[in-house]
T-cell receptor
Framework: KQEVTQIPAALSVPEGENLVLNCSFTDSAIYNLQWFRQDPGKGLTSLLLIQSSQREQTSGRLNASLDKSSGRSTLYIAASQPGDSATYLCAVPYNQGGKLIFGQGTELSVKP | EPEVTQTPSHQVTQMGQEVILRCVPISNHLYFYWYRQILGQKVEFLVSFYNNEISEKSEIFDDQFSVERPDGSNFTLKIRSTKLEDSAMYFC???????????FGSGTRLTVV
């Protein structure tokens, strides 16, 4: 059974700092891994998707890496800004039917 | 950019009442999903729908729940007799293929009183 864990549960950093969010999964036979952002009381916005054959994926100040063999992914945020404050979720598809298994999220607060 | 649209954004209902949550997925997507998130907990899978039938459902998705795609554009989740523990944010999502390309809606916050 696939389980997804994220640490830390919450993180508070000063503006401008680079930071790393961690995601681990128990079954390394994944199709891909996706990072989402969730603002309070809002929906899920897809940030990055890394295919199982990829090692990393970049979008602007965000860089996600994937190490399937160790069951880990990291989301690196460069030069953090207050607007980055949100909860970040990682998720993996359980099967080809697309059921996503989510981690519990990391709540990020970037202080001005 | 195409969006998944959910209505209503908030719904308050009395325990025992039926509710219907509505979603308009992206038009050329083939897979449709409902997820829920109880306050402070993980986002949980409820059901996936493909080729006009349920392809997978979770233990949560019992006989009180049903899904429909009545007209080729809307995708609905019905809860027949709501319980207090059904209070949650419900998210609809769609994807062109089962394993990637998900787009989520902004959610319906359901409060059962």
């Amino acid at each position: 059974k696939q389980e997804v864990t994220q640490i830390p549960a919450a993180l508070s950093v000063p503006e401008g700092e680079n930071l790393v969010l961690n995601c681990s999964f128990t079954d390394s036979a994944i199709y891909n891994l996706q990072w989402f952002r969730q603002d309070p009381g809002k929906g899920l916005t897809s940030l990055l998707l890394i295919q199982s054959s990829q090692r990393e994926q970049t979008s602007g100040r965000l860089n996600a890496s994937l190490d399937k063999s160790s069951g880990r992914s990291t989301l690196y945020i460069a030069a953090s800004q207050p607007g980055d404050s949100a909860t970040y979720l990682c998720a993996v598809p359980y099967n080809q039917g697309g059921k996503l298994i989510f981690g519990q999220g990391t709540e990020l607060s970037v202080k001005p | 950019e195409p969006e998944v649209t959910q209505t209503p954004s908030h719904q308050v209902t009395q325990m025992g009442q039926e509710v219907i949550l509505r979603c308009v997925p992206i038009s050329n997507h083939l897979y449709f999903y409902w997820y829920r998130q109880i306050l402070g907990q993980k986002v949980e899978f409820l059901v996936s729908f493909y080729n006009n039938e349920i392809s997978e459902k979770s233990e949560i998705f019992d006989d009180q729940f049903s899904v429909e795609r009545p007209d080729g554009s809307n995708f609905t989740l019905k809860i027949r007799s709501t319980k207090l523990e059904d209070s949650a944010m419900y998210f609809c999502a769609s994807s062109p293929r089962g394993e990637y390309g998900y787009t989520f809606g902004s959610g319906t916050r359901l409060t059962v009183v």
